[in-house]
């Protein structure tokens, strides 16, 4: 699955997942929203995310929630 809005790039946040390459990590806009935060203050605090970066964000959650987990014997 690709993602035209999520960026992985190693000098920027450390390799975290970011939205379009801002220096702003798909966890916080996550992180924001699971604590009740709502779209629309989110986007008034930071002005320079879009609509669409939210669709996004989450679709990619959903993507990495659903990844296999393999353990391993300890």
């Known amino acids: 699955m690709s993602?035209?809005?999520i960026s992985v790039n190693p000098n920027v946040c450390g390799g975290k997942p970011t939205i379009r390459g801002l220096r702003f990590p798909v966890s916080r806009l996550l992180g924001l929203l699971a604590s009740?935060?709502?779209?629309?203050s989110i986007l008034k605090?930071?002005?320079?995310?879009?609509p669409e970066d939210f669709n996004e964000a989450l679709t990619y959650a959903a993507f990495l929630a659903d990844e296999q987990v393999?353990?391993?014997a300890r």
């Open 3 to 5: 993602f035209e809005r």
């Open 36 to 40: 009740g935060e709502t779209q629309e």
């Open 45 to 50: 605090a930071y002005p320079y995310l879009e």
């Open 70 to 72: 393999i353990e391993f």
